[in-house]
C-alpha cells in the first residue's frame, strides 16, 4: 500500500532580495513516517526549503500542499501539522523556564490552561525533561537545550518535524541524547525531515536522502544508492561506506 | 551554558519565590516612591532588609556587587558631581574646587537611594519569573485604553529573557577580541566601538532567529491569558511594604 502523502512541492522557487537564488524548480513529495535527510553544503538551499515547508518563507512562484491544502492560505494549519527545530536553541527559548518554554505554542493556539499543563507535562515526561521543568532553558545543555526545543514542537501534535542542522555545536552525549530522541520520534510515526551537511550520523536510520546544489535538487533516493555521490556534492561520506562496509549504525 | 547575570532569575522557594508577581510589582513602586525622600538612619535599615532578602534569592552580596561594578561607578560620579556643586562648610579647596561637608552628605544620600532602589530591582528580577513579569505588566496595563498590554508584556518578558543572551554574546565578543591582543588597545571609544558593533549585528541576527521561531510555533497577541498563582501571603507582604514606605517616608 502506498504511504499517504502529507508534503507536495510543485515546482517552487524562491529569490532573495539581493538576487541570490535560494530555491529553484523544486517538485518533491514526502510521505507519512518517512526519515528524510535533505543533505547539500553550506548555502545549497536545504535551510531556505526547510522555511518554506513551515511557511516561513512563502513560495514566490509554484506551490506547496500540507495535507492536500496550500500552506499560504492555511499558515495556522500548516505551522501546526509541521514543526521546525531550528539550528541554535539560544535564539528560539522564548519562555524563561523550560515549562514555560514548551507551553508557548499552545498558548499561541489559545488552548484551555488545564490542557496547556496537561499537555506539557505529558511530554515533558515523555522526553525525560520533567525534572527541569522550572530551570532557565539558557542554563542547560547544548542536547538539553535541543531537546526542550523538540518538546516545544512535539507540544503542537506536528506530524512532520523539521530539523535544521539538529547536532551541531553538540559534544557526544548531546548528538547521542538528540539522535535517540529523533528515532523515537520516528518511530512513533512522525515525518523526519532533517537537513544536515553530515549525514554520518542519522544515513542508517534515513529511508531517503535528497542532496541539494546551488538551489536545485540534485539527487533523490534511497541512502544506499546515494552514498556514494554524496562527496561530489560536498558532503562527506560516511567512515563506513568509504571502507567499504557499507552503512553501519551510528547509535548502538 | 550561558552565566547567570544577578538580574537572571533564579529557581527557589523563598518567600519571595512565592509572592504573585503583581503584589511585588506593587511594592517596589511603592518603596521606590518613598525612598525620594526618607533620610540616612531609614535607609540603612530598610538596606538590612535588602540584604536579608538578597540572601534568600541566593545570590551573594560581594560577588553581586562585582557583577554591578559599572554602576557602582555611574554612582560614584553622582556622588562626586553632588559634592562638587552643593554649597556650604568647605572641606577641601583645590584652584578654587570646593568639596562642602553638606555635599559629602547629599552626595551619599542621593547615591545611596539610587543604589538601594537598583537593589530592590536586582532582588525583584532574581525571584521573580520574566513570565510573571509579564503576565503582572499585562494585568497594569489592561485598563487603559489603546495600550496593546499583550504586546507590550510579551515585549517586556523577550527584553528580559534576552539579556543573558546578550551579556553572553558581549564576552565571548570580548574573549575572542582579547585572544587577539584587543587589549593593547588604550582608546576606550575604539574599544567601546569594536566590541559594540558586532554585538549589534548578532543581537539583531538572534532577534530575527527569534521572531522566526516564534512565528513558526503560531505567535499571535490573542493567546491564553496568563495564570495567577498567590501563595496567600500577598496582603501581609502589602502590609509590611506599605509600613516600610510610611516609616521611609516620615521618620
Not at chain 1, 488552548?111 to 511530554?123: A, G, P, S
Not at chain 2, 529557581?11 to 513602586?29: E, P
Not at chain 2, 553622582?78 to 568647605?90: C, D, K, T
Not at chain 2, 491564553?224 to 506599605?242: M, N, Q, R, W, Y
Amino acid at each position: 500500500m502506498m504511504p499517504e502523502k502529507i508534503i507536495d512541492i510543485k515546482s517552487v522557487c524562491h529569490t532573495f532580495e539581493d538576487g541570490t537564488i535560494g530555491i529553484k524548480d523544486i517538485f518533491l513529495s514526502f510521505y507519512k513516517g518517512e526519515f528524510i535527510i535533505l543533505a547539500g553544503r553550506n548555502g545549497s538551499g536545504k535551510t531556505t526549503l526547510l522555511r518554506h515547508l513551515n511557511g516561513l518563507l512563502l513560495p514566490q512562484s509554484g506551490q506547496i500542499l500540507v495535507n492536500g491544502k496550500t500552506v499560504s492560505n492555511h499558515l495556522v494549519q500548516t505551522r501546526k501539522t509541521v514543526g521546525m527545530v531550528f539550528q541554535d536553541p539560544d535564539t528560539q527559548i522564548v519562555g524563561d523556564t523550560v515549562f514555560d518554554e514548551v507551553a508557548f505554542g499552545l498558548e499561541n493556539l489559545k488552548f484551555k490552561r488545564h490542557d496547556i499543563n496537561e499537555k506539557v507535562t505529558q511530554v515533558l515526561k515523555d522526553l525525560s525533561l520533567y525534572h527541569l521543568k522550572d530551570r532557565n532553558p539558557s542554563t542547560l545543555s547544548g542536547g538539553e537545550k535541543r531537546k526542550v526545543a523538540i518538546a516545544g514542537i512535539l507540544v503542537m501534535d506536528p506530524e512532520v518535524i523539521v530539523f535544521d542542522e539538529p547536532f551541531s555545536n553538540l559534544d557526544y552525549p548531546g548528538t547521542l541524547q538528540v539522535l535517540s530522541t529523533i528515532i523515537d520520534l520516528n518511530r512513533s510515526g512522525h515525518t523526519i525531515i532533517i537537513a544536515t551537511h553530515d549525514v554520518e550520523t542519522v544515513i542508517d536510520t534515513a529511508t531517503r536522502i535528497i542532496i541539494m546544489e546551488k538551489g536545485l535538487v540534485k539527487e533523490d533516493g534511497r541512502p544506499c544508492d546515494l552514498v556514494k555521490h554524496l562527496e561530489s556534492y560536498g558532503v562527506k561520506e560516511p567512515c563506513s561506506s568509504k571502507f567499504g562496509l557499507g552503512i553501519r549504525p551510528w547509535l548502538n | 551554558m550561558a552565566q547567570l547575570t544577578p538580574f537572571t532569575y533564579r529557581q527557589g522557594s523563598s518567600i519571595l519565590h512565592l509572592l504573585d508577581a503583581r503584589c511585588k510589582f506593587f511594592a517596589i513602586c511603592l518603596v521606590s516612591m518613598s525612598m525620594l525622600s526618607a533620610r540616612l538612619p531609614v535607609c540603612l535599615f530598610y538596606f538590612l532588609i535588602l540584604l536579608f532578602f538578597l540572601k534568600k534569592a541566593g545570590l551573594k552580596f560581594f560577588t553581586t556587587m562585582g557583577s554591578i561594578k559599572y554602576f557602582l561607578m555611574f554612582l560614584f560620579f553622582i556622588f562626586a558631581a553632588r559634592a562638587l556643586i552643593v554649597e556650604g562648610e568647605i572641606i577641601f579647596s583645590f584652584h578654587g574646587i570646593s568639596i562642602t561637608k553638606q555635599g559629602l552628605n547629599e552626595g551619599f544620600l542621593v547615591a545611596f537611594k539610587f543604589f538601594l532602589v537598583m537593589l530592590t530591582g536586582l532582588v525583584f528580577s532574581a525571584t521573580t519569573k520574566p513570565s510573571s513579569v509579564k503576565t503582572a505588566v499585562q494585568w497594569f496595563l489592561k485598563p487603559i485604553p489603546f495600550v496593546p498590554e499583550k504586546r507590550v508584556a510579551v515585549m517586556i518578558s523577550l527584553s528580559l529573557g534576552f539579556m543573558p543572551i546578550i551579556a553572553q554574546k558581549a564576552r565571548d565578543i570580548s574573549d575572542a577580541q582579547k585572544a587577539r591582543c584587543a587589549d593593547l588597545e588604550k582608546n576606550p571609544v575604539k574599544k567601546i566601538i569594536r566590541l559594540v558593533l558586532p554585538l549589534l549585528k548578532k543581537t539583531f541576527l538572534s532577534a530575527d532567529n527569534l521572531v522566526l521561531a516564534m512565528e513558526s510555533r503560531c505567535y499571535t497577541d490573542d493567546r491564553t491569558d496568563p495564570e495567577f498563582a498567590p501563595s496567600g501571603k500577598e496582603i501581609f507582604f502589602l502590609v509590611c511594604s506599605i509600613l516600610i514606605s510610611v516609616g521611609l517616608i516620615s521618620l
